[in-house]
């Protein structure tokens, strides 16, 4: 699907042609010109600042040779010039006419002057941004403009790129070049390539399209498609059409096409209809209409797939983004599969499967530092076997940041009336008030940062279980001191001079323990202990349970400046002291179960895990990253992540990384993953890719892809192979070819699963990262 990219209009969708396609052998002969004919010049000839436009892919440019005429008369030059009284004239030997905004150069040149020539031998017609050469050619002067009829003619628009020959082509007075028996094409001179064959071409640059009937398409001489009629962009402006069809194969499914339609319905509304046919599955359609106002933009999406053994299945999704004014706006989103989670077989649209489908609707209001909205939210949760997600019916809140040089004060103020629509636990309304002052004193030397966090919670609630309202509230305060020291050195590495800094850091969190067996869980989680989290002033995520702790956190940091101050190293090591139990802990349940639960249950560890990083930088050109929680006391590791990428700059990439994590209850590796990607140049044309994942505690390769790429100046292909692991848990397999006709479209189609192939492929970028 496509996006918008202006406020005022939606951008076209690109490139349109018929869905038919089918193989013909080649139906027109025409004869070729040099590249400098074209005022193609190699890249070695063109300046460093010329060089630095031109794609990576690209061997040269094209460089205008337009010069104006100062003199607002036409001029004539030849070897001979004769004239008769009638007004008539004939030049021979290097003929020249002159004009202020266009110029013409034949052997021979016959006519009158400012009414109509006739151009014999070595033609070239010149204005800015565009050249055409022909054997002959017929030029018509009028005081609405001039037209012009070539032979055996070449044509190059010099911005664009777009280049041409054909049997005779005849420029309007309007600007419209219409093109008999020939081609067009984006690619550089005798570069192979893609072309654009048809027996008649019309392009409108004022218009921003062309058109083609009996229309090839060739790459490198060879015919892949044909179309009856066409209709092609030659700018950015959008045109109603066909886009490129995508297609498929694979043992199990067959053939499957997708044939796209685009619909500029107006200059605020368009639309994308794609018909989707899976040989042995069945047929459907996407459809995606987007509306764009002053306010913003309101997208609908919908997929519906009628397979042959499971019947229909759709998903649906309205999106609407819409700025009132400055400190008013608004949201919609409702998601909706109305087929009891039957996910179609086929689908280009941003919604796919999931457990709960979110309804929403949300009006916000910010002025500087005050933020607040109003929301409701609900869900579809298709699956009866699946918890259904607490609704908003609905969510107030309001938070304001004041900040001095001295004092930080963040008040938060939040109202839910959360329902638990299966009606099996508890719901209610929640209100939440949070409160964060501080102090902050820091110097270039340090900081030292005393704070406290008030946290208060009510509820007005009802138990499903025991059919019972009851109230509950609990009022928190916690205290906090934030301090650091950084003392700094020079280095001199390599006879320059680099920064080294130490940084230790000290921070004391007093959280104390109160009862709260009585509130529910609406949205509370654990956080994950890592080097930052350790300094947090909250043990959870979320508004409802409040951890209980008092501690010490000790960290030492360490960070390397280059001699341009460019962060090449950090080091960090810190460690959590307890002085207290913590008697709130939360129960994640089991597997299958989605909601976490209150849970007093003491844990008396004196010490977190020594948690330590280590990150290295050199520019875009390597990166490596070292994460490792060890418990002294249990003498294991907890968690151990490390990744690394190099990617210097002649497009070599290599990146790998491996995770591994333990169960913190039996202490049994949970996790033992790694990944290896690659991408391997072995010309400026040529580029092999590869990615491996694997599972240890499963023993399998979860995925893998291997794929080669060939780009030039104009097109770009891969071809691949994949096999990975579907929603399903089943592992599926396949060979997809991709390619792109620059200045046309994308062609071809892959499985839609994240890979190495993405970065090689880049958006559909040609030639650049």
Request: charged share 20%; with cysteine; proline share 4%.
């Amino acid at each position: 699907m496509h996006k918008l990219f202006k406020a005022a209009s939606i951008q076209r969708m690109t490139n349109k042609i018929p869905a038919k396609f089918i193989f013909l052998h080649s139906i027109f002969f025409i004869s070729s010109v040099s590249a400098a004919e074209l005022d193609w010049f190699p890249r070695e000839v063109l300046t460093e600042k010329q060089q630095s436009s031109v794609n990576q892919y690209c061997q040269g440019a094209y460089l205008d040779q337009w010069q104006a005429n100062p003199n607002p008369n036409t001029r004539i030059l030849a070897d001979i010039i004769i004239r008769t009284d009638e007004g008539k004239m004939r030049l021979q030997g290097g003929a020249e006419i002159l004009q202020p905004e266009q110029s013409f150069k034949a052997n021979q040149i016959t006519g009158e002057l400012n009414k109509h020539y006739q151009l014999s031998g070595n033609v070239i017609s010149r204005k800015q941004g565009q050249l055409i050469t022909a054997s002959n050619a017929q030029i018509s002067n009028t005081p609405a403009g001039s037209e012009a009829k070539f032979e055996d003619a070449s044509f190059v628009f010099h911005s664009s790129g777009i280049r041409g020959e054909a049997v005779s082509i005849n420029k309007t007075k309007n600007g419209v070049i219409f093109i008999e028996e020939g081609f067009y094409t984006t690619c550089e001179p005798n570069s192979g390539g893609w072309q654009l064959f048809g027996s008649a071409i019309e392009l409108d640059p004022t218009a921003g399209f062309g058109t083609a009937k009996h229309v090839q398409i060739r790459i490198n001489g060879f015919p892949v498609f044909y179309f009856p009629w066409m209709k092609f962009p030659l700018d950015k402006r959008r045109q109603t059409g066909f886009l490129f069809p995508t297609f498929g194969y694979s043992g199990d499914k067959g053939l499957s096409l997708s044939t796209p339609v685009y619909l500029n319905l107006a200059p605020q509304l368009d639309a994308t209809i794609t018909p989707n046919l899976v040989e042995h599955e069945g047929e459907g359609f996407d459809l995606e209409a987007r509306y764009l106002n002053q306010f913003g933009q309101t997208t609908y999406e919908e997929s519906s797939f009628f397979h042959d053994t499971e019947n229909q299945q759709t998903l649906r999704k309205l999106e609407s983004t819409q700025n009132i004014s400055k400190q008013i706006s608004a949201y919609v989103l409702l998601e909706d599969n109305p087929t009891e989670n039957k996910i179609p077989e086929v689908s280009s649209i941003s919604l796919g499967e999931e457990d709960s489908y979110e309804r929403s609707a949300k009006i916000g209001y910010q002025d500087g530092n005050l933020a607040s909205f109003i929301a409701v939210k609900r869900y579809q949760t298709p699956l009866s076997t699946n918890n259904q997600p607490f609704e908003w019916k609905p969510r107030i809140e309001s938070s304001y940041r004041y900040d001095n040089e001295r004092l930080s004060y963040k008040p938060n103020l939040q109202y839910t009336q959360y329902e638990d629509p299966d009606r099996t636990t508890t719901d209610g309304s929640r209100t939440v008030i949070n409160q964060d002052i501080n102090f902050d004193m820091t110097k270039q030397w340090g900081f030292l940062n005393p704070g406290l966090l008030h946290q208060y919670r009510e509820y007005d609630l009802h138990s499903y279980t025991s059919n019972s309202d009851y109230s509950a509230s609990t009022n928190h305060l916690s205290y906090y001191l934030d301090t650091g020291l950084t003392f700094e050195r020079t280095l001199n590495i390599n006879s320059q001079p680099w920064r080294q800094t130490l940084e230790p850091k000290f921070s004391y969190l007093n959280a104390p323990y109160k009862n709260q067996s009585d509130i529910p869980g609406f949205d509370t989680s654990e956080k994950s202990l890592t080097y930052s989290q350790a300094f947090s002033h909250t043990r959870f995520s979320g508004n409802d349970w409040i951890g209980d702790t008092e501690q010490f956190t000790f960290g030492l940091e360490s960070r390397i400046y280059d001699q341009s101050n460019n962060e090449r190293w950090n080091f960090k090591l810190g460690q959590v002291f307890y002085l207290a139990d913590r008697q709130i802990d939360i129960d994640t349940g089991a597997d299958d179960v989605d909601d976490n639960s209150y849970e007093a249950k003491t844990d008396s560890s004196k010490e977190s895990a020594v948690l330590s990083e280590i990150n290295y930088k050199h520019n875009e050109l390597f990166s490596v990253s070292l994460a490792l929680n060890y418990s002294t006391s249990k003498e294991d590791l907890e968690l151990g992540k490390v990744s690394t990428t190099f990617s210097p700059s002649n497009g070599l990439r290599f990146n790998a990384s491996y995770l591994y994590s333990i169960d913190e209850d039996t202490r049994v590796a949970d996790t033992k993953q790694t990944s290896f990607s690659t991408i391997l140049p072995i010309d400026q044309n040529w580029t092999l890719m590869y990615q491996e994942n694997y599972d240890f505690i499963d023993d399998l390769r979860t995925k893998k892809s291997a794929a080669v790429g060939f780009e030039n100046c104009c097109v770009k292909a891969q071809l691949s192979y994949q096999h990975w692991r579907d929603s399903d848990e089943d592992f599926q397999k396949g060979l997809y070819l991709k390619f792109i006709l620059r200045s046309l479209s994308t062609i071809g189609k892959d499985n839609g699963v994240s890979s190495i192939n993405d970065s090689y492929w880049n958006s559909g970028k040609v030639g650049y990262e």
